[in-house]
């Protein structure tokens, strides 16, 4: 028999997005997306959603690939329209993933950034 052991992470302090210029990343994750800008430095950006850090890295290696959902719980739609009018691609959705569970049904929108990253558009909406 094994021992329950608690958790011993708290909570993600921290993504990294690379990106093949930082002037353009600002200008598609912060004007575009509407994403927190924290600090800038070197060739290094630092944004802020929610409680989430986000480390913006210039750099000439190719995206990691590992995709990142940007909450919009009740404005789904409202914010693929205005992301849309800000020329973000969707390459599929937002489309409903869950009809109605708890009262609410779950979307997805999957789009990406100028350099390859996978990104997201996640909420519930009321059923």
Same mark, same amino acid.
């Given at each position: ?16 997005? /690379? =990106? ?6 600002? #200008?598609?994750?912060?004007? !575009?997306? &509407?994403?927190?800008?924290? @600090? ?30 940007? /909450? =919009? ?6 914010? #693929?329209?205005?992301?849309? !009018?800000? &020329?973000?691609?969707?390459? @599929? ?35």
């Amino acid at each position: 028999m094994t021992q329950a052991i608690a958790p011993i992470l708290d909570s993600i302090g921290q993504l990294e997005i /690379r =990106v093949g210029d930082l002037e353009e990343a600002r #200008a598609f994750y912060v004007d !575009a997306l &509407g994403v927190e800008m924290d @600090s800038s430095f070197g060739q290094t950006m630092m944004l802020r959603c929610g409680d989430l850090s986000i480390m913006v890295q210039e750099s000439t290696t190719r995206p990691i690939g590992c995709p990142i959902y940007f /909450r =919009v719980d009740g404005r789904v739609h409202e914010v #693929a329209e205005h992301l849309k !009018a800000n &020329g973000i691609h969707f390459k @599929s959705g937002p489309s409903c993933i869950v009809e109605e569970f708890m009262g609410k049904s779950s979307w997805l929108g999957f789009f990406e950034d100028p350099w390859g990253n996978p990104l997201g558009l996640m909420g519930d909406m009321p059923v």
